[in-house]
């Protein structure tokens, strides 16, 4: 009965508790989770579904369970991108999810608090899962929308910048920048400086070469000269 009613969306599945609490999301019948896992994708952001959402993330391989997954993910974002820093290691299907859910969390134009929140977690995570993160926000965050973030949460970016990945540096100072933060305009020489290197390098792969000179041009879009650097 309670397969049932939740595969078919009655009165069963009344709230992300009631979901949880049924063991469902973490039950033995794929079918099951897969209904689980839509129900969610249409409720509201919650912060116990985001937790649940983390928790249960090592059982999904399947597909379309892992599709179903992120889009209940993506309604949870907030919360989701939060509780990554205490969940368990994030496996390589994974990490490209993780970019889908930040860009749905930065198409909702979080608030400062909301965005602070998610930062100070990111920089508990691992190199790569930030760097996923990072490279979604960067992706969905709408130029049009700046926050002001405290003293506290610009010294959190400069702390992020440091561990991420190369190739994820560059688009935190877009962001940065698109978000009114000056904490990290000092490196913004230093990353520019790697990243023609990279372009110069020619025991580097095409593709590495290429995706460097494009993040060159990304991070002094301002600059009339950086086309005559490459």
Not at 51 to 72: K, P, Y
Not at 123 to 145: E, F, M, P
Not at 148 to 159: G, P, R, Y
């Amino acid at each position: 009965k309670r397969n049932a009613a939740l595969a078919f969306g009655t009165s069963f599945a009344t709230s992300p508790h009631t979901i949880i609490e049924s063991g469902t999301l973490t039950g033995p019948v794929p079918q099951v989770r897969l209904a689980a896992l839509l129900v969610l994708a249409d409720m509201p952001a919650n912060q116990e579904a985001g937790v649940a959402l983390v928790e249960s993330m090592r059982l999904e391989h399947d597909r379309w369970l892992i599709d179903a997954f992120t889009s209940a993910a993506a309604a949870h974002a907030e919360y989701f991108l939060i509780a990554l820093s205490s969940g368990p290691r994030v496996s390589d299907e994974f990490e490209p999810r993780l970019g889908i859910v930040a860009e749905h969390f930065a198409r909702g134009r979080p608030n400062a608090t909301q965005l602070g929140e998610v930062l100070r977690a990111v920089t508990s995570a691992d190199a790569n899962v930030a760097g996923a993160i990072v490279n979604g926000l960067a992706k969905g965050w709408q130029r049009d929308h700046p926050v002001k973030l405290s003293a506290e949460d610009d010294e959190v970016i400069t702390k992020l910048l440091v561990a991420l990945p190369a190739d994820s540096k560059s688009k935190l100072v877009q962001l940065a920048t698109v978000w009114g933060s000056g904490s990290i305009e000092r490196y913004t020489e230093d990353i520019a400086k790697a990243l023609l290197e990279t372009v110069s390098n020619d025991k580097k792969s095409a593709t590495v070469r290429f995706a460097a000179a494009k993040q060159l041009v990304e991070l002094r879009r301002n600059d009339a000269n950086v086309t005559e650097k490459l």
